[in-house]
Protein backbone atom coordinates (compact mmCIF):
# COMPACT_ATOMS: atom_id res chain seq x y z
CA UNK A 1 0.00 0.00 0.00
CA UNK A 2 1.55 3.43 -1.03
CA UNK A 3 1.58 5.97 1.71
CA UNK A 4 -1.20 8.37 1.49
CA UNK A 5 -0.36 11.83 3.52
CA UNK A 6 -2.89 13.30 4.62
CA UNK A 7 -1.05 17.04 5.61
CA UNK A 8 2.33 18.33 5.14
CA UNK A 9 3.79 21.07 7.78
CA UNK A 10 6.53 23.38 6.58
CA UNK A 11 9.26 24.73 8.69
CA UNK A 12 9.22 28.45 7.20
CA UNK A 13 13.40 29.57 7.87
CA UNK A 14 15.80 27.95 5.51
CA UNK A 15 12.77 25.36 3.99
CA UNK A 16 10.18 28.00 1.82
CA UNK A 17 12.67 31.09 2.42
CA UNK A 18 16.12 31.57 2.75
CA UNK A 19 15.81 33.59 5.39
CA UNK A 20 18.52 31.09 7.64
CA UNK A 21 20.94 33.27 6.60
CA UNK A 22 19.62 36.34 8.10
CA UNK A 23 18.90 35.02 11.55
CA UNK A 24 22.55 33.86 11.14
CA UNK A 25 23.70 37.14 10.62
CA UNK A 26 21.56 38.73 13.55
CA UNK A 27 22.97 36.04 16.25
CA UNK A 28 26.35 36.44 14.88
CA UNK A 29 26.42 39.93 15.32
CA UNK A 30 25.26 39.65 18.47
CA UNK A 31 27.81 37.09 20.12
CA UNK A 32 30.56 38.89 18.32
CA UNK A 33 29.37 42.25 20.40
CA UNK A 34 29.30 39.49 23.23
CA UNK A 35 32.85 38.68 22.84
CA UNK A 36 31.30 35.19 22.55
CA UNK A 37 32.96 33.15 19.30
CA UNK A 38 29.97 31.69 17.29
CA UNK A 39 30.98 29.22 14.56
CA UNK A 40 28.76 27.57 11.45
CA UNK A 41 28.79 24.44 14.28
CA UNK A 42 26.70 27.04 16.69
CA UNK A 43 24.61 28.04 13.73
CA UNK A 44 23.35 24.40 13.10
CA UNK A 45 22.49 24.07 16.61
CA UNK A 46 20.40 26.95 16.61
CA UNK A 47 18.61 26.77 13.58
CA UNK A 48 14.75 25.96 14.68
CA UNK A 49 15.68 27.25 18.34
CA UNK A 50 13.21 29.87 19.75
CA UNK A 51 15.02 33.42 20.51
CA UNK A 52 15.03 32.94 23.69
CA UNK A 53 16.41 29.73 23.69
CA UNK A 54 19.02 30.97 21.10
CA UNK A 55 19.81 33.91 23.38
CA UNK A 56 20.63 31.32 25.93
CA UNK A 57 22.64 29.25 23.99
CA UNK A 58 25.13 32.00 23.13
CA UNK A 59 25.17 33.10 26.91
CA UNK A 60 26.03 30.02 28.19
CA UNK A 61 28.50 29.13 25.79
CA UNK A 62 30.27 32.82 26.41
CA UNK A 63 30.17 31.93 30.63
CA UNK A 64 28.04 35.21 30.70
CA UNK A 65 24.96 35.36 33.24
CA UNK A 66 22.62 38.29 32.75
CA UNK A 67 19.46 39.66 34.05
CA UNK A 68 16.19 39.79 32.49
CA UNK A 69 16.12 43.39 31.14
CA UNK A 70 19.17 43.04 29.45
CA UNK A 71 18.09 39.70 27.91
CA UNK A 72 15.23 41.06 26.43
CA UNK A 73 16.95 44.16 25.34
CA UNK A 74 19.41 41.81 23.41
CA UNK A 75 16.96 39.94 22.32
CA UNK A 76 15.43 42.98 20.86
CA UNK A 77 18.14 44.23 19.64
CA UNK A 78 19.01 41.05 17.61
CA UNK A 79 15.32 41.42 16.22
CA UNK A 80 15.72 44.78 14.75
CA UNK A 81 18.56 43.82 12.75
CA UNK A 82 16.52 40.77 11.49
CA UNK A 83 14.09 43.06 10.37
CA UNK A 84 16.08 45.69 8.96
CA UNK A 85 17.77 42.37 7.18
CA UNK A 86 13.65 41.18 5.67
CA UNK A 87 12.47 44.74 4.90
CA UNK A 88 13.53 44.70 1.55
CA UNK A 89 12.73 40.54 0.74
CA UNK A 90 10.26 39.75 -2.01
CA UNK A 91 8.82 36.94 -3.30
CA UNK A 92 12.13 36.16 -5.12
CA UNK A 93 13.44 34.53 -1.96
CA UNK A 94 11.20 32.31 -1.99
CA UNK A 95 12.64 28.25 -2.05
CA UNK A 96 12.89 27.77 -6.05
CA UNK A 97 10.01 25.23 -6.71
CA UNK A 98 8.84 25.84 -3.27
CA UNK A 99 5.13 27.59 -4.30
CA UNK A 100 4.20 25.08 -7.10
CA UNK A 101 4.98 21.75 -4.93
CA UNK A 102 2.69 23.44 -1.86
CA UNK A 103 0.34 24.16 -4.84
CA UNK A 104 0.01 20.57 -6.62
CA UNK A 105 -0.28 18.97 -2.86
CA UNK A 106 -3.29 21.97 -2.17
CA UNK A 107 -4.82 20.20 -5.86
CA UNK A 108 -4.53 16.93 -4.45
CA UNK A 109 -6.91 17.77 -1.35
CA UNK A 110 -3.49 17.27 0.97
CA UNK A 111 -3.80 19.98 3.83
CA UNK A 112 -0.69 22.34 3.93
CA UNK A 113 0.52 24.06 7.13
CA UNK A 114 3.25 25.92 8.44
CA UNK A 115 5.59 24.66 11.78
CA UNK A 116 7.82 27.71 12.61
CA UNK A 117 9.44 28.59 15.63
CA UNK A 118 9.93 32.16 14.34
CA UNK A 119 7.52 35.02 15.78
CA UNK A 120 7.98 36.63 12.22
CA UNK A 121 6.32 33.59 10.64
CA UNK A 122 3.50 35.71 9.62
CA UNK A 123 5.45 39.11 8.89
CA UNK A 124 7.88 37.09 6.14
CA UNK A 125 4.80 34.93 4.85
CA UNK A 126 2.87 38.46 3.83
CA UNK A 127 6.09 40.05 2.61
CA UNK A 128 6.31 36.86 -0.06
CA UNK A 129 2.60 36.78 -0.68
CA UNK A 130 2.15 33.02 0.24
CA UNK A 131 0.38 33.67 3.50
CA UNK A 132 -3.24 32.32 1.64
CA UNK A 133 -1.90 29.61 1.07
CA UNK A 134 -1.78 27.83 4.34
CA UNK A 135 -4.51 25.82 6.25
CA UNK A 136 -3.10 26.30 9.22
CA UNK A 137 -0.26 28.48 11.01
CA UNK A 138 2.21 27.58 14.24
CA UNK A 139 4.65 29.88 14.37
CA UNK A 140 6.56 31.33 17.34
CA UNK A 141 3.60 33.15 18.83
CA UNK A 142 1.24 29.97 19.31
CA UNK A 143 3.61 27.99 21.17
CA UNK A 144 5.54 27.21 24.55
CA UNK A 145 8.35 25.05 24.01
CA UNK A 146 10.65 25.34 21.17
CA UNK A 147 12.16 22.16 18.53
CA UNK A 148 13.11 19.47 19.13
CA UNK A 149 10.02 19.48 21.22
CA UNK A 150 7.16 18.60 19.28
CA UNK A 151 4.84 21.22 20.16
CA UNK A 152 4.65 23.08 17.03
CA UNK A 153 3.79 20.35 14.84
CA UNK A 154 1.88 18.63 17.10
CA UNK A 155 -0.51 21.84 17.53
CA UNK A 156 -0.88 21.96 13.50
CA UNK A 157 -1.45 18.25 13.14
CA UNK A 158 -4.66 18.66 15.76
CA UNK A 159 -5.59 21.81 13.67
CA UNK A 160 -5.59 19.65 11.00
CA UNK A 161 -7.68 16.80 12.84
CA UNK A 162 -4.68 14.46 11.18
CA UNK A 163 -2.65 11.59 12.97
CA UNK A 164 1.33 12.98 13.05
CA UNK A 165 1.99 9.16 11.35
CA UNK A 166 -0.09 10.67 8.30
CA UNK A 167 1.47 14.38 8.21
CA UNK A 168 4.98 14.71 6.20
CA UNK A 169 7.12 17.78 8.57
CA UNK A 170 9.78 19.33 5.80
CA UNK A 171 12.73 20.73 7.89
CA UNK A 172 16.36 22.41 7.24
CA UNK A 173 17.29 22.29 11.40
CA UNK A 174 18.59 19.62 12.93
CA UNK A 175 16.66 20.56 16.37
CA UNK A 176 13.46 20.78 13.72
CA UNK A 177 14.07 16.56 12.46
CA UNK A 178 14.42 16.07 16.02
CA UNK A 179 10.70 17.56 17.15
CA UNK A 180 8.96 15.94 13.96
CA UNK A 181 10.50 12.56 14.77
CA UNK A 182 9.73 13.69 18.78
CA UNK A 183 6.15 13.55 17.63
CA UNK A 184 5.63 10.82 15.40
CA UNK A 185 5.71 12.80 12.06
CA UNK A 186 7.35 11.41 8.52
CA UNK A 187 10.25 14.35 8.02
CA UNK A 188 12.07 15.08 5.60
CA UNK A 189 14.57 17.10 5.54
CA UNK A 190 15.97 20.05 2.87
CA UNK A 191 19.21 20.64 2.71
CA UNK A 192 22.92 18.85 3.71
CA UNK A 193 22.30 15.10 3.73
CA UNK A 194 25.10 14.55 6.62
CA UNK A 195 24.21 17.21 8.90
CA UNK A 196 20.13 16.05 8.36
CA UNK A 197 21.31 12.48 8.69
CA UNK A 198 17.92 11.19 10.57
CA UNK A 199 15.66 12.17 8.38
CA UNK A 200 14.07 9.43 6.80
CA UNK A 201 15.55 11.39 3.13
CA UNK A 202 17.02 14.67 2.26
CA UNK A 203 16.46 16.89 -0.45
CA UNK A 204 18.41 19.72 -1.53
CA UNK A 205 15.52 22.11 -2.23
CA UNK A 206 11.85 21.61 -3.95
CA UNK A 207 12.78 21.76 -7.67
CA UNK A 208 12.07 18.93 -9.72
CA UNK A 209 10.00 17.38 -6.67
CA UNK A 210 6.57 16.86 -6.38
CA UNK A 211 3.72 14.55 -4.38
CA UNK A 212 4.63 11.02 -6.56
CA UNK A 213 8.45 11.28 -5.28
CA UNK A 214 7.49 12.23 -2.07
CA UNK A 215 4.83 9.13 -1.60
CA UNK A 216 7.81 6.73 -3.51
CA UNK A 217 10.51 7.78 -0.82
CA UNK A 218 7.86 7.39 2.18
CA UNK A 219 6.39 3.73 0.86
C1 LIG B 1 13.60 29.76 13.60
C2 LIG B 1 14.96 30.05 13.01
O1 LIG B 1 12.70 29.46 12.57
O2 LIG B 1 13.10 30.89 14.32
C3 LIG B 1 15.92 30.56 14.08
O3 LIG B 1 15.47 28.86 12.43
C4 LIG B 1 15.30 31.76 14.77
O4 LIG B 1 17.14 30.90 13.46
C5 LIG B 1 13.95 31.34 15.37
O5 LIG B 1 16.18 32.26 15.78
C6 LIG B 1 13.24 32.47 16.12
O6 LIG B 1 12.90 33.47 15.21
P1 LIG B 1 12.27 34.88 15.61
O7 LIG B 1 11.88 35.47 14.29
O8 LIG B 1 11.09 34.62 16.50
O9 LIG B 1 13.32 35.64 16.32
MG1 LIG C 1 14.33 26.28 9.57
Redesign the pocket.
Known sequence: MPFEPQACLF????VIVD??QY??A??QRLAEELGVPYTQED?EQ??????V??LEYILEKGGLFLDNDTKVRL?DR??AW?LELVASMTPDELSPGVVEFIDELRAKGIKVGLG??????PL?LERCGIADRFDVIV???SITF??PDPEVFLKGAEAFGVAPAQCVVFE??Q??VEAALNGGFRIVGVGDAVTLERAEFVIRGFEGFNLRGLVERLT
Open positions: DLDGTAHFGWNLKGVSRDSMKNYSSSRNAIDGNSKDASG
